[in-house]
Each structure stands twice: as C-alpha cells, then as structure tokens.
C-alpha cells in the first residue's frame, strides 16, 4: 500500500514494452505463483499485460467508469463496513510490509533491466518492525540499550515543545529533523539530513500506520523492560531475543484470531484454519510470495480507506485521509514531530470494551479508492497512470499473473471445499455474463466490456466478488481474494510456528509465568491495545491513553 508521487506502474510499462519477458519470477528471487507458473500456450496465464500500451489504456478506460464510493450502497446498506473497524486497514498495511520489500522496486527493474528480489525471506514475523535486529538495523533501536526499539516524543499541545518523560509514553516513530541554526549550520555532515528511525521507512507513509508502528514498539518495549526487571543479569541481546519471540507470538495470535476472521470468507477460513503444515490441500506450497497475492488480491486494503477519520476525543475535526498522509510534511519530504492533536485512540479504530464505535472502514467494493478521490497520488504527466485504480490494476496485469478463469478452474478442480457451493460467481459463463453486465451498466464500451469480463485483472475482480455477492455485501472477501491471501498468509504464519517451537520454549522459561500468560492471552487488537494501557509507561500525565 505504499506508493511514491511517480508513476510506478507507467515507468513499468515502459520497460516491458522494451524487455516483455523481464515480470518472469526467474528474474526476481522470492517471487513466484500461486499454483507453479502458469501456462501462456493454454490460456492460463492473463493476456492483459502482453501489450503494455493497450493495458494501460483499457485499464485507464475502466478507472473512468468506476463508482465513486459514495452512493454505492443502497439503504438501509452505507459506504461503511459494520464487520471490520478502521484500524484493521492499516493492521494490513503493516502485515503487507511485513510480507514484501524489493530490493529494486519492479517497475524501475523492469525499465533498467535489473534483477529483484524479495527482502522478506521469512514474511510475516515482524521483519517490518524489527529490521536485522539492533545489529543490522540499529537506527530503530535506542542507542543506550539495544533491546529497546527507539520511540519519539509528541510536541505537547500546552508547552508546544516535545513532551517531557512524565508525559509518556511517547507515541511517534524516532525522527530526526535537524533545523538550520542562525549561523547557518546544522548538526550534520550531509545535505537535507532528514532521518525517520525506524526499520522500514515505508512505515512512515501516514500518520495513523506510524502510530500503529509506535504502539507494536511500545509493547516491545514494556516486555523487554519487565523481563530486564526479573532477570537483571541477561544480556541485551538475550532481553531483545526474548522480547521479540513474545511479539512474534503476539502477532501470530491476532492474525490468526482477529484479522484474518474478519477479513475472509467464513468458509474458506474454516477450511483453513485447522490446517497442518504438511496438510495436502495446500494449493500455495513453494515459498516463494505468489505475484496473485503482492500485486492481485492483497491490494484490497486500498478499498477500505475512509474519506476521513476521527483520531480522538481533544474535539479535532476529522482528518481526511489525504491529510493523515500529507500533514506534518515538509519541503524536505521528512515528518514533524507528531502534534499532541494528532495523536491516536485505539477506540476510534478498534472496538473496545464499553466503548464507542470506531471509524469503519469502507465496504469492499469496486468503487474509486478514497485515495483516488482525494487525489493523493493523481500525477500530472500525461505518459503516467493517472490514479492508484490504475497503477494497482496495470501492475497486475504487468506481472502476467494467473488468469482468473484458469485460476478458478484450477481451485474447483484439486480443491473445491472453500467455494461455496451458491457462490454466484461458480460457472465460467456466469461469471463473464455478470462482470460484463456490470461493466456496460457503468458506461464502459462493449469492446472492452466484453475483453475486460474475458479477462479482468485479478483487483478488480476480488473487489466486485466481495460488492455483487448477496451474501456478503461487501462486509468480507469472496471465495477467490479468501483462498489467495489465506493461504499464503495463514500458511506462513504455520510455518513459522512451526519453526519457533523450540525457541518459544525458551523465550517463555525467562518470564515469570503469569507475565507469559498474559502476554499469550493476547489474540485481538483491542487485547494489545488493552496490555499496551496497562503496561507502556503512563505517568499519570498523558494526555491521551492508547484505549
């Protein structure tokens, strides 16, 4: 979900027009396909891509006629989703940077000519969060102890300078913002030294995910510094090790206990919810990150921003999301210290205990992102992908990824248990009559309705799953988006459990035993955002609890 002002996709374009072959996952280490490479000779592998131009241009077309979300939903239905509180889009936004990071982003890749790989060799165990560890990633770590993830201080709503330590806990990513002295030097030995401290600074990309990173840090922090209590004499890197094994677990929990639940098809989460590593139904089982998942299905959190949100109860008019994302920048493109205003409650995101109803996010459906309508990505070149709509459908179509038709034929034929038996969207001839139903309905052209039903790319497709199915109205992901990303990602997530085993045994020996039990008793957001209240630092003085 992270993106830059330039056109990704476009500069892509352009490269595979020069070198059609360059998306093969031969050419991009850790990257692969949901079910082995699909074959171009059969059909199975979508034609949207082998013409860049002409994508971009039918996908253009298409991003025209697409609904603005406002409107969409016919009462007693709104835009919002009643199923999956705000919070849990950006809860997607970590977990997506936790799952992918390209050491050359593919579309320069594809224009130069150049080799990518996955970084995220073990996706999903916080990578985002911790980076190489205090060793390889120590700008996130606290200089003075390196079992401690380093945290920022809020500039203080009365004093206007940053809080003091009697007003914690401190609630922003680390930064440094040096500012030009009178003598005109500044403390540091190169030019523009803007320094957001954190192990992956995509984490920075709005307000509310920063504060989400901070909050994960928090607790890093409060579980290091009560084994540190118990155990004075362990090693920095033991206090760290410890400390992470019990995030990690943490994490593991509220995936499987809270995100994915809400996020996926009840059916197809059944099925895979009770699964074994080594169990056959598997259909993902290299470990290589499917391009169906990075660049088809997992763009679904992109349909679920808000127009706006409401951080918390100082009184401050809602934020929309264009200023979650822009607020607080400057023209050196670093981030201002968060101001006390912007700081975050937990409850306005996730649902707490007695408490109010949180911001929602939207229903899954195949509208214009809130993003787009904002205008928070447009670009003015007229040789670029003019909105995020047609950036994240360009680059699926790029990538050559499995055809949904092959795909669907594919699962119904080694795996039939997740797909509803009704499911509206079952037979082939349906399917396309349906997608080519609504796509004339929106105003789009005959011809590119009826290529576009033929073959529509794999994020469009998932969201009007979610939109036309009667029994699911948006609250959820359909059949086809459920099996993508459940498999790759509970999938993971099983494996890596399967792999700590042995060092959680450890890791729960060093704690006090009710410490670890409440920690494992930890398996929602609202549950760490509960732990985070009680143990992260509060003086008496903070002007903002996390619940």
């Not at 171009?40 to 241009?57: F, I, K, N």
């Not at 940077?97 to 224009?111: C, E, I, L, N, Y």
């Not at 803007?194 to 409060?222: E, K, M, P």
């Not at 080594?278 to 921003?305: C, K, N």
């Amino acid at each position: 979900m992270s993106h830059s002002a330039t056109s990704q996709a476009g500069i892509l374009a352009e490269g595979l027009a020069k070198c059609p072959h360059a998306f093969e996952p031969s050419g991009f280490p850790g990257f692969g396909y949901l079910l082995g490479p699909p074959d171009e000779a059969t059909g199975q592998r979508s034609r949207l891509g082998a013409d860049p131009a002409e994508a971009h241009r039918l996908l253009l077309a298409l991003s025209k006629v697409l609904p603005r979300g406002a409107g969409f939903w016919k009462a007693p239905l709104t835009d919002d989703n009643p199923s999956i509180p705000s919070g849990y889009t950006y809860l997607l936004q970590l977990v997506a940077h936790d799952a992918v990071q390209t050491s050359v982003p593919f579309w320069v890749a594809a224009k130069l000519g150049l080799a990518s790989r996955n970084l995220r060799s073990a996706p999903f165990v916080l990578d985002t969060l911790y980076g190489g560890g205090p060793t390889g990633s120590a700008v996130a770590y606290q200089s003075g102890d390196s079992s401690l993830l380093l945290l920022g201080r809020y500039k203080s709503q009365v004093t206007g300078i940053a809080a003091t330590a009697a007003e914690r806990p401190f609630r922003d990513l680390g930064r440094i913002n040096p500012v030009e002295s009178a003598d005109g030097l500044v403390p540091a030995n190169f030019d523009h030294p803007h320094v957001t401290c954190v192990a992956d600074d995509r984490n920075d990309d709005n307000i509310i995910l920063a504060q989400l990173v901070a909050l994960f840090a928090n607790v890093h922090d409060a579980i290091a510094k009560k084994l540190r209590k118990t155990q004075p004499e362990a090693s920095p890197e033991a206090v760290f090790g410890y400390a992470q094994v019990a995030m990690q677990r943490i994490y593991h929990a509220i995936i499987g206990r809270d995100l994915l639940p809400k996020l996926l098809h009840p059916q197809v989460w059944a099925t895979l919810v009770d699964r074994a590593a080594d169990d056959p139904r598997w259909l993902w089982r290299t470990g290589r990150m499917p391009l169906e998942f990075t660049h088809g299905a997992f763009r679904i959190g992109h349909a679920m921003v808000r127009r706006d949100y409401k951080l918390n109860d100082l009184g401050i008019d809602p934020l929309s999301v264009g200023q979650t994302i822009t607020i607080g920048r400057n023209v050196g493109d670093s981030r201002d210290p968060l101001q006390q205003a912007w700081l975050v409650r937990w409850s306005r995101f996730f649902k707490m205990q007695d408490a109010d109803t949180p911001n929602l996010s939207r229903r899954i459906s195949p509208t214009m992102s809130a993003l787009d309508v904002e205008g928070v990505f447009n670009v003015s070149d007229g040789k670029q992908p003019e909105n995020l709509a047609v950036r994240d459908m360009l680059s699926a179509a790029l990538a050559r990824t499995w055809r949904v038709d092959a795909l669907l034929d594919q699962i119904l034929a080694q795996n039939q248990d997740p797909i509803p038996p009704g499911w509206m969207f079952r037979d082939g001839g349906q399917r396309r009559e349906v997608i080519r139903g609504w796509l004339t309905a929106q105003g789009l052209s005959d011809t590119d309705s009826d290529t576009l039903a033929d073959d529509p790319p794999l994020p469009f497709f998932v969201l009007l799953e979610a939109a036309l199915d009667p029994e699911i109205l948006g609250r959820h992901l359909g059949p086809l988006a459920s099996i993508i990303i459940g498999e790759v990602i509970w999938r993971s997530v099983i494996l890596e459990r399967q792999r700590m085993a042995a060092t959680e045994c450890v890791a729960r020996a060093a704690f006090k035993a009710p410490f670890w039990d409440e920690m494992a008793a930890i398996e929602s957001m609202p549950g760490l955002v509960a732990f985070a209240a009680r143990h992260c630092g509060f003086d008496g003085a903070a002007p903002m609890p996390f619940a």
